[in-house]
């Protein structure tokens, strides 16, 4: 299968931009956002005319404690199958604890241990065996770093592709955010990349506060993001490349220059590496990147796709079953009639992959590491969204920017679903600082519409806005969405009191 070249992230705002940008290979949208059989008319013209569409979930939580939802790997595959997609896409992230149950509204980072990696490792095999086509997960961008972690992240993604065989989607934006914010050096990930690995390449902008980087995919990439992609490119040819943007959209002539950038990088990356251009070749229905410079792999040519985009049999990915954390892919033992070396292993990037032979953990200690985990992320998830204390080694003022962060997320999401509340509450600023107020200690609950209901009501309770018109227009909007027989006043207050939602 061709590569898929250069893409940007499908979105409403900007559907129009995007049908008209010049060169657009592909596009990706986010998983949760569309209804199979119900796409929107710009995302069924882009199919249409043959324009590749690849989903991409945020909602699993791969890298959290529990098992991963049956509902949303069968919503994911059926997504995938709706599209064609080649693959899907999710984050090495959690969202979520079950135990108290909080929701973060937002990707945060997993710790890097081997219980995490353990936990990790069986969830992506239990996702695997769920989708109808490969998966592949992208690493994350972080404000806060986990105390006691035993694996860099090349040590823990190199892992995880040996004992699993997922893909990897690289989001170059999100290793300069973990530069800034934690010390970590992007070129030590890249190197330890194996090139047929790579899924495709996610790039974005952000702004800097205060020492802290924010991934906001509201600002422009900036040069440093660009060279970590020349890096990349300089060292293998990723199969495809992303533009993410999420708000704050630019007006379209600007929004194609960004587009024209990341290819003029990647066409500077080839010209400069002085290698050919050869052809990724097709895994598990996806072309992989392949190296800048001495042709294609052993590990690659093992898996090189046939009968229909399947991998040929035995095919892994470099390094299976080499020490763990090493950056350098284990050479394959030569052997097979057609001349390409043989390989045992997991199937690179396919669905059902099974663990590389003596890397997966033994089962009796997955239930153990699963209750680690799980404790150890709802204790920062709770000082995170319900304003409990910081667990002991995590560096405060990062958890509190944190908290902040995904408070502002919140608020930015329900102003979307609710538009109506800023305007009733004199803009968006007072809004804002309503609702951050509102939310400091009181968890996501059942979704952002409840959330804006639930918001309504907590300002209704303290007799806000203080303009008594603007709280007769609230009140009556908030009647309109709360159902036939809202709670009254006297059960509003209880409500407020014991901080329980809706």
Known sequence: MAQLGVGIGWRPEIADAVERLPGLDWVEVVAENICPGHL?????????????????????GLGGAERPDAGRLDALAERAVALGAP????????????????????????????DALDVLCENV???????PVPLALENIAALVRWPGEELTEAQFLTELVERTGVRLLIDVANLHTNRVNRGEDPAAVLAAIPPEALAYVHVAGGVERDG?????????VPPAVLAILADLAGRMRPAGVLLER??????E????????????TLEAAAAGSGAPAVPAVAVAGVGAAVPAAGGVPAAVAAAVAVDGGSPAAGAVPAGAGAARGSAVPGAAAPGGSSGAPAATGPVLGGAGAQAASGAAAAPDRLPAARTRVGLEQAALLSALVAGTPVPEGFDRQRVRVQARALAAKRADIVAKVAPELPELLGGRKAFREAFLGYARRRPLPGGYRRDALDFAEH???????????????????????????PPGRIVRWARALTGRAA
Request: proline share 9%.
């Open 87 to 114: 693959l899907v896409t999710e984050h090495i992230a959690f969202v979520r604890t079950a135990s108290p149950a909080l929701e973060a509204g937002h990707l945060l980072p997993v710790q890097r241990t081997r």
């Open 253 to 264: 002539d600007e929004l194609a220059a960004e587009f024209a950038a990341i290819r003029s």
């Open 459 to 485: 300002l209704l309770v303290r007799d806000l806005p203080a303009d008594p018109a603007a709280r007769r227009r609230l009140t009556v909007w908030w009647r309109d969405r709360a159902g036939p027989k």
């Open 212 to 220: 802290v980087w924010h991934d906001t995919h509201a600002h422009p």
């Open 125 to 131: 095999r239990i996702a695997q065996e769920a989708l």
């Open 246 to 251: 999420d708000d704050a959209f630019p007006p």
């Open 40 to 60: 929107p008319e710009s995302l069924q013209r882009l199919l249409d005319r043959g324009v590749r569409v690849v989903p991409h979930g945020v909602s699993l």
